[in-house]
């Protein structure tokens, strides 16, 4: 009912990728133009390709520093009660290396958000729940220290 390229590539941006490809196969099945059809066939390949674009696994968090903003892309299991993001942005400054250390409500078990990050010297992260007034992560960025 609501198959379109653009549903597909809304899908593609909240990492539900295996969605957003079933999507572009069923557009690309009933395409009566061929240049149309090869277009959703290339996105497709685009999609199955970009490890950027891969679906993440359950529990998932991926960060990426893209133009001066990092995005950060999470999947956690869907009956998660009170999903939330802990983000530490470490910026060169002036006076030297600045933290910006946040705690963030998810608005879903999924997703992506973008932060301004200029000066960006290395970021942490970690997806969880909050339980009795204290954060569990289930996830972390990276996954290992050191």
Same mark, same amino acid.
């Given at each position: 009912?609501?198959?379109?390229?653009?549903?597909?590539?809304?899908?593609?941006?909240?990492?539900?990728?295996?969605?957003?490809?079933?999507?572009?196969?069923?557009?690309?099945?009933?395409?009566?133009?061929?240049?149309?059809?090869?277009?959703?066939?290339?996105?497709?390949?685009?999609?199955?390709?970009?490890?950027?674009?891969?679906?993440?696994?359950?529990?998932?968090?991926?960060?990426?520093?893209?133009?001066?903003?990092?995005?950060?892309?999470?999947?956690? #299991?869907?009956?998660?009660? %009170?999903?939330?993001?802990?983000? $530490?942005?470490?910026? =060169?400054?002036? @006076? /030297?290396?600045?933290? *910006?250390?946040?705690?963030?409500?998810?608005?879903? #078990?999924?997703?992506?958000? %973008?932060?301004?990050?200029?000066? $960006?010297?290395?970021? =942490?992260?970690? @997806? /969880?729940?909050?339980? *009795?007034?204290?954060?569990?992560?289930?996830?972390?960025?990276?996954?290992?220290?050191?």
């Amino acid at each position: 009912m609501f198959e379109t390229e653009t549903m597909a590539e809304l899908c593609a941006r909240q990492g539900l990728l295996d969605q957003a490809i079933d999507i572009f196969r069923r557009l690309a099945e009933v395409a009566g133009d061929p240049t149309q059809r090869l277009r959703y066939e290339t996105r497709i390949s685009e999609l199955a390709r970009d490890p950027s674009l891969q679906a993440l696994e359950t529990p998932g968090l991926r960060v990426r520093q893209i133009d001066g903003e990092v995005e950060v892309a999470w999947r956690l #299991p869907p009956d998660l009660a %009170t999903p939330t993001l802990q983000l $530490l942005l470490l910026r =060169r400054g002036p @006076a /030297g290396v600045e933290n *910006d250390a946040r705690s963030l409500p998810l608005p879903g #078990p999924h997703g992506r958000m %973008t932060f301004p990050a200029g000066g $960006l010297a290395s970021v =942490r992260a970690a @997806a /969880g729940r909050v339980q *009795d007034g204290s954060f569990v992560p289930l996830v972390r960025f990276p996954d290992h220290l050191g």
